[in-house]
């Protein structure tokens, strides 16, 4: 069984992105994850902590705080994106234009439409103050 | 504050190829946005945005491009994506971006487009 950790907390600023993108990819590669794993839990990373830098609605005099853990339990990663904003559960997000002409497609929506497609559960809980979103993604 | 995107620029006849380089995230995505637009805005019909050196795209470079798309469809123009990797093709497909926006096999391909 393999088992390991990962734990990080990012400034909430998109310009941190990077360096976070660089740590999971250390993480999956020493943990010999497929690349597309490596590629779609960067994409959901990117896209939730995007979406909570833009819509949480976090509180005067309180820091914003984005912390992520990284699991692997058996055959499944699994990832946990906890902010302090107020309440913001992206999972009741609406499904996003996906099939107008090119000229009346709408833009926008697609972030979180591409996390819940990807992950294999996707879940949130408010929790005591944090929003707490888990991933969970099968190794097959 | 914004991270820098870089992107290689060459004209093959009258089309534009434009190779970004890395990654283009939320953080780099308004630059990219603005450099596709000011290319438009400068007279360009036809624009090729070649994956080839692209290992990370978000929903936020995906925006950019269905807009440049947009709007270059409005002066009658194209544009047109080539050698993407699996992992960004999927994203594509996910989106219904394939049916709206060519994506071809590679850069010769998509200046013949």
Do not use: W
Not at chain 1, 91 to 106: G, I
């Amino acid at each position: 069984m393999i088992t390991s950790d990962f734990h990080v907390q990012v400034a909430a600023r998109v310009s941190e992105l990077r360096d976070l993108a660089a740590m999971v990819e250390t993480f999956g590669e020493t943990h010999d994850l497929p690349h597309r794993t490596i590629f779609i839990i960067n994409l959901a990373l990117d896209e939730l902590v995007t979406n909570t830098l833009v819509h949480g609605s976090f509180q005067e005099g309180i820091e914003p705080k984005i912390v992520i853990d990284l699991s692997i339990r058996e055959n499944r990663v699994r990832v946990v994106v906890e902010s302090n904003g107020g309440r913001f559960d992206p999972t009741e997000d609406t499904e996003p234009d996906l099939t107008s002409e090119l000229e009346t497609r709408a833009i926008g929506g697609l972030g979180i439409h591409l996390v819940k497609t990807q992950a294999d559960k996707f879940s949130y809980e408010f929790d005591n103050g944090i929003n707490r979103l888990t991933l969970e993604y099968n190794l097959t | 504050m914004a991270n820098n995107i870089e992107v290689l620029e060459e004209h093959e006849g009258n089309v534009l190829v434009l190779t970004p380089v890395g990654r283009v995230d939320s953080s780099n995505a308004p630059l990219f946005e603005r450099m596709i637009k000011d290319r438009i805005d400068d007279g360009e019909t036809h624009i090729v945005v070649d994956f080839t050196k692209l290992s990370f795209i978000s929903s936020s470079g995906m925006r950019v491009l269905l807009i440049g798309a947009k709007s270059i469809r409005s002066n009658q123009g194209k544009l047109i994506l080539c050698s993407m990797r699996d992992s960004i093709r999927e994203i594509f497909s996910i989106s219904g971006f394939d049916t709206i926006i060519p994506v071809v096999k590679d850069r010769v391909a998509a200046v013949d487009a």
